[in-house]
C-alpha cells in the first residue's frame, strides 16, 4: 500500500495582461506596473507601438521608421498580437490622447506635422504629463521617457468629428464587446476628467459591461506618480473580476 501523497492539480494558469502604452513614450513607462503584475503570477507583454522598439535613446535617434504611423495602424499592430495570444488576455490602459488644444498644438499648428514626428519640450511635456510636479522634477522624467511622438495619429483624432468614416469611429451598439474601465485624473491636462467622462457616456450607451472611476488628484503621468501601485491594482483586480476568459 502506496503512503505517497497525489500530486495536487497544478493551478489553472492566468491570464495574459497586454499594456499599451501612449503616445511621447515607449513601453517603459509600464516598467512598475509590468513588473507588480508579474509578481502577481501573470504573464505581462507591453509591446511597443510598430516603429518604436528598442531604448528610448534608439527611438529618438530614428523617428522615420514611425512619423506616419496612424491610429489604424497602431490598433491594427495590436489586435495581431492579441489574436496571436492562445486565450484573451485582460488588456491594459490604451492611453492615446485625444486632441487637447494646449497639449497637442506642438503638431496641430502645422498640416505639415502629419507626416512628421514632434517633440515636447521640457516644459510642453510639464504641463502634459507631470504638472502636479515642479519643472525640476519633471525634468529627469522627460529625459528617461519622453521620444517624439508621430503626428499623424493627432491630426486623426482632433479631426475625427469632421471626417466621415474616420478610424477613430466606435460603434454605440456593439453590447458583445469586451468589459471597458475608464480611469480620469482629475488634474490631467492631456485628457482632462470632463473627456474622459464623455468617452464613458458614449461607450455605455452600447449596453456592455462599461464602468467608470477618477482620481481627483492625479495627472496624466498616473502611471508612474507617486501612489500608482494603487491604480494598477484597482486596475487588475477590476479586470480580473468582469474578464470574459
Do not use: C
Amino acid at each position: 500500500m502506496s503512503t505517497d501523497t497525489p500530486d495536487a492539480a497544478p493551478a489553472a494558469q492566468k491570464p495574459t495582461i497586454v499594456l499599451v502604452h501612449g503616445l511621447w513614450l515607449t513601453p517603459l513607462s509600464w516598467e512598475g506596473w509590468k513588473q507588480r503584475f508579474e509578481s502577481k503570477g501573470y504573464t505581462v507583454l507591453a509591446p511597443a507601438w510598430p516603429g518604436l522598439e528598442g531604448t528610448v535613446e534608439e527611438v529618438r535617434q530614428n523617428t522615420s521608421r514611425y512619423e506616419r504611423l496612424g491610429i489604424k495602424e497602431i490598433t491594427d499592430h495590436y489586435d495581431g498580437i492579441i489574436r496571436g495570444l492562445g486565450a484573451p488576455p485582460i488588456k491594459g490602459v490604451y492611453i492615446l490622447p485625444l486632441a487637447q488644444v494646449k497639449v497637442v498644438s506642438v503638431a496641430l499648428k502645422n498640416p505639415a506635422n502629419r507626416h512628421k514626428t514632434q517633440m515636447l519640450t521640457p516644459e510642453e511635456f510639464h504641463y502634459g504629463f507631470t504638472n502636479t510636479l515642479t519643472l525640476e522634477e519633471s525634468k529627469p522624467i522627460y529625459d528617461r521617457l519622453a521620444v517624439p511622438g508621430p503626428g499623424r495619429t493627432l491630426f486623426q483624432a482632433a479631426f475625427a468629428n469632421l471626417t466621415p468614416y474616420a478610424v477613430t469611429t466606435v460603434s454605440r451598439h456593439h453590447s458583445s464587446r469586451a468589459p471597458l474601465l475608464f480611469l480620469a485624473n482629475g488634474k490631467d491636462h492631456t485628457v482632462p476628467a470632463v473627456v474622459t467622462r464623455a468617452a464613458y457616456k458614449i461607450q455605455k450607451q452600447t449596453g456592455a459591461l462599461t464602468e467608470f472611476k477618477e482620481y481627483p488628484d492625479r495627472s496624466h503621468y498616473t502611471f508612474s506618480q507617486d501612489g500608482w501601485e494603487e491604480v494598477a491594482d484597482y486596475s487588475l483586480d477590476w479586470a480580473v473580476r468582469n474578464a470574459r476568459i
